[in-house]
């Protein structure tokens, strides 16, 4: 079967974003990173804002007292409906029923989200991890306005998030390397890391024709 889909999972500061743009570009193929997160807060009715806060990441502990609580308390039940409390769980609910959609419709490159573990079992998928060392990932954080601790606490916090969101929903140890077909560092320059992913998309491709 010919890959349609490729997912692309990344490190915090990685370049992926901007390497599955590319990636994207040069297949003529639709790019789900942006676009996700507007597609997201339509569906939800909310602002991309909101969205973007919950994504990928465990809504704190004390936020999932609060939402026991409310979901405990009559009063909670009757007032929860108009608050349209976005969290972590509504968000990824949305995105484990529009993946599937995204998918299905195919020839699309989807950033993150998830979608190396919710489409992990599609063959015609090809799933992709790009990595940094540190330092290079502290620079191009830095590269984006960001002082050099903001940047190291950023590169830190970003990726525990995500570790903690892969655990809690997939119990999988982030990133779960068995379950990409290429891992990526993208200290070689983005654009060799596209070229390598396109190459190995195209071989991967024969492979299952």
Known sequence: MAIQIITLEREFGSGGGEIAAQVATRLGWKLWDQ???EEIARRMDCDCRAVEEHEEKRDPVYYRLLKAFMRGSFEGSLNAPRLKMVDTECV???????????ADAGHCVI????SAYYLGKRADTFHV??????QQRVQRVRATGKSEREAVELVETVDRDRAD???RYFDVEWPGRHRFHLMVNSGVGNEMAVEIILDAVALCGKQNS
């Open 92 to 102: 990824r609910e949305v995105v484990q029923k529009l993946l599937p959609e995204i």
């Open 111 to 114: 950033v993150g989200r998830g």
């Open 129 to 134: 991890f790009i990595y940094a060392p540190f």
């Open 35 to 37: 676009l996700l997160t």
């Open 165 to 167: 969101f892969i655990k």
